[in-house]
Nanobody, 121 residues
Framework: QVQLVESGGGLVQAGGSLRLSCAASGSILSINTMGWYRQAPGKQRELVAA???????NYVDSVKGRFTISRDNAKNTVYLQMNSLKPEDTAVYYC???????????????WGQGTQVTVSS
């Protein structure tokens, strides 16, 4: 099995910064794309940013220039540095990873439990 554990959420004032971390553990053979999604109350979950194993990144337009996704392949960890936060960034942030496990030798989608980010105006 695979577990994704997120940390780093919290309450911050508009204009502030937070750094989210997500560590994957378990019977991992390899991890392909890792990403961060978010879901605000009453809204659908949306992709915020993603990064491939080779370091290619993708961002939703609303966070470009403010958020930076990165990963440490040796630690199976993905990060999301969030700067210039806005009240509209308030949401539960979820980590996602495409993981190939040792037991199945197949890639599957795994999710973290979510971490709350609240930006006050």
């Amino acid at each position: 099995q695979v577990q994704l554990v997120e940390s780093g959420g919290g309450l911050v004032q508009a204009g502030g910064s937070l750094r989210l971390s997500c560590a994957a553990s378990g019977s991992i053979l390899s991890i392909n794309t890792m990403g961060w999604y978010r879901q605000a109350p009453g809204k659908q979950r949306e992709l915020v940013a993603a990064i491939t194993k080779g370091g290619i990144t993708n961002y939703v337009d609303s966070v470009k220039g403010r958020f930076t996704i990165s990963r440490d392949n040796a630690k199976n960890t993905v990060y999301l540095q969030m700067n210039s936060l806005k009240p509209e960034d308030t949401a539960v942030y979820y980590c996602n990873a495409d993981v190939m496990t040792i037991s199945t030798m197949r890639e599957a989608d795994y999710w973290g439990q979510g971490t709350q980010v609240t930006v006050s105006s």
